[in-house]
């Protein structure tokens, strides 16, 4: 469907898996806490204007953690948002 949300994908074999993982900072920044793992396990993607991710990190031994981030398309410089 255009403009919507992608099925459900894995991130362990994923193209997008090094971009899921690049979201540590912004993602710990908007939880306020630091992370000592942070492993994507599962996200759906939507492009719009760039790319949503929905996506479900494993934060600890038995922890998980569901992050809305939006990336920017590169042209514009600006930088992706939780």
């Known amino acids: 469907m255009l403009g919507g949300n992608s099925q459900e994908k894995h991130a362990a074999d994923s193209e997008w898996r090094p ?24 996200f759906t993607q939507q492009v719009v204007n760039g790319n949503v991710f929905h996506v479900k990190y494993q934060v600890g031994e038995a922890e998980w953690i569901h992050a809305k981030v939006y990336n920017p398309l590169p042209h514009t410089g600006l930088p992706s948002e939780c």
Request: hydrophobic share 40%.
């Open 19 to 42: 971009t899921l993982e690049g979201f540590k900072d912004i993602v710990s920044a908007k939880a306020g806490k630091q992370f000592a793992q942070f492993d994507p396990i599962t």
